[in-house]
């Protein structure tokens, strides 16, 4: 018990519980509630990213054997395909792979189609180039073979995107309910009837990723070309050099060099093993590195080592050609001198 300043005993003011509350008119109030914490959904810039990777190279290879199993079903009437699918969401689950937001999404995104697209693209490229070396043509391309080459290019990119696509994915069409790119998501087929709607939706994905790569490269050409000559102006310089100290432009740049410094780690540790003092590698960054060394042309192999390994079967061409001619030579000179002393010792034993 307490006392006022006037000396009077007062009750001291009941310690707030659960139970309910009256107000000063007597009426019964519930207890305030106090606001929760949120939860943020997104773990990290680097998790997210990390996650995004891992989903995308779960998305390649369920990609492909869902048009593997779909020529199955296609062929056999079975239902293959839905095995590789449950299977591919089954392996994201099992490794907690779940990217959200703009990061794991866009690493998601730009792992299962981009960098297959543009690594293929560089590959026929690259073989172009090699066949070129090998006919003896060194001097620049004409413009119609610079649009082969280029009609090859997006040819190969549309058509690796189309093989990793998963069943689900969504094109522009899509988007606006219509098109010819619209994919077809019924529910409910089996056999024949789902494997064609699969392929066909793959085909359009296609189709619509080399259209897409098409535009983007006339439109980056066309946008080169006047950035090269706007750039030159004073107010173009200007203009540059704020845009590139911007703080979205450093906060973008930072976050390209760290993914790049958390990728040759990965790489690193992967071949090399962990440094001491190092945390020992995760299962997620172990398949990380695992898939993109497996994925990429060169593998583990430096760059300059991997671009002379692919371009040694067009340099040696010619010589093996001059190899095959001698030999055709020389094994018909060989032939005809047989003839010749199986002729002489033909006749010599007629006269005897």
Same mark, same amino acid.
């Given at each position: 018990?307490?006392?006022?300043?006037?000396?009077?005993?007062?009750?001291?003011?009941?310690?707030?519980?659960?139970?309910?509350?009256?107000?000063?008119?007597? +009426?019964?109030?519930?207890?305030?509630?106090?606001?929760?914490?949120?939860?943020?959904?997104?773990?990290?810039?680097?998790?997210?990213?990390?996650?995004?990777?891992?989903?995308? =190279?779960?998305?390649?290879?369920?990609?492909?054997?869902? =048009?593997? %199993?779909?020529?199955? +079903?296609?062929?056999?009437?079975? +239902?293959?395909?839905?095995?590789?699918?449950?299977?591919?969401?089954?392996?994201?689950?099992?490794?907690?792979?779940?990217?959200?937001?703009?990061?794991?999404?866009?690493?998601?995104?730009?792992?299962?189609?981009?960098?297959?697209?543009?690594?293929v693209a560089g590959a026929v490229s690259k073989a172009g180039k090699a066949a070129r070396l090998a006919r003896g043509a060194t001097g620049p391309m004409t413009r119609s073979q610079r649009f082969g080459q280029a009609a090859k290019e997006l040819a190969a990119a549309g058509a690796v995107d189309a093989a990793v696509a998963n069943d689900g994915t969504t094109t522009i069409g899509d988007f606006f309910d219509g098109g010819p790119t619209a994919t077809n998501q019924e529910l409910g087929l089996?056999?024949?009837?789902?494997?064609?709607?699969?392929?066909?939706?793959?085909?359009? @994905?296609?189709?619509?990723?080399?259209?897409?790569?098409?535009?983007?490269?006339?439109?980056?050409?066309?946008?080169?070309?006047?950035?090269?000559?706007? &750039?030159?102006?004073?107010?173009?310089?200007?203009?540059?050099? %704020? @845009?590139?100290?911007?703080?979205? @432009?450093?906060?973008?740049?930072?976050?390209?060099?760290?993914?790049?410094?958390?990728?040759?780690? &990965?790489?690193?540790?992967?071949?090399?093993?962990?440094?001491?003092?190092?945390?020992?590698?995760?299962?997620?960054?172990?398949?990380?590195?695992?898939?993109?060394?497996?994925?990429?042309?060169?593998?583990?192999?430096?760059?300059?080592? %991997?671009?002379?390994?692919?371009?040694?079967?067009?340099?040696?061409?010619?010589?093996?050609?001059?190899?095959?001619?001698?030999?055709?030579?020389?094994?018909?000179?060989?032939?005809?001198?047989?003839?010749?002393?199986?002729?002489?010792?033909?006749?010599?034993?007629?006269?005897?």
């Amino acid at each position: 018990m307490a006392t006022n300043r006037f000396g009077d005993t007062v009750s001291q003011p009941p310690t707030p519980t659960d139970a309910p509350l009256t107000n000063r008119f007597g +009426d019964t109030v519930g207890q305030p509630v106090l606001p929760k914490e949120k939860v943020a959904e997104d773990e990290g810039v680097l998790q997210e990213f990390a996650e995004g990777v891992g989903s995308g =190279l779960i998305g390649i290879g369920q990609g492909i054997g869902e =048009l593997v %199993a779909s020529g199955i +079903d296609l062929v056999a009437d079975t +239902d293959y395909a839905e095995s590789v699918t449950n299977a591919g969401e089954a392996t994201r689950d099992y490794l907690g792979l779940d990217p959200t937001g703009f990061v794991g999404k866009g690493a998601e995104i730009i792992t299962q189609f981009v960098i297959p697209g543009v690594g293929v693209a560089g590959a026929v490229s690259k073989a172009g180039k090699a066949a070129r070396l090998a006919r003896g043509a060194t001097g620049p391309m004409t413009r119609s073979q610079r649009f082969g080459q280029a009609a090859k290019e997006l040819a190969a990119a549309g058509a690796v995107d189309a093989a990793v696509a998963n069943d689900g994915t969504t094109t522009i069409g899509d988007f606006f309910d219509g098109g010819p790119t619209a994919t077809n998501q019924e529910l409910g087929l089996s056999g024949r009837e789902e494997a064609l709607r699969r392929l066909g939706n793959k085909f359009k @994905v296609g189709t619509e990723a080399a259209l897409l790569g098409g535009v983007a490269q006339g439109v980056l050409s066309g946008l080169g070309v006047g950035a090269q000559k706007a &750039a030159q102006t004073q107010t173009g310089q200007a203009v540059g050099r %704020a @845009v590139g100290e911007s703080q979205p @432009v450093q906060a973008g740049k930072g976050l390209v060099n760290r993914t790049r410094e958390y990728l040759k780690n &990965a790489e690193r540790r992967r071949v090399f093993g962990v440094n001491p003092g190092e945390a020992d590698m995760g299962r997620g960054e172990q398949f990380i590195a695992d898939a993109l060394g497996s994925l990429r042309y060169r593998s583990y192999l430096p760059e300059e080592m %991997a671009t002379e390994r692919l371009l040694v079967q067009g340099k040696v061409q010619p010589y093996i050609k001059r190899a095959e001619v001698t030999l055709n030579k020389l094994e018909k000179n060989i032939d005809t001198a047989i003839g010749k002393m199986g002729k002489e010792v033909t006749a010599k034993s007629s006269v005897g």
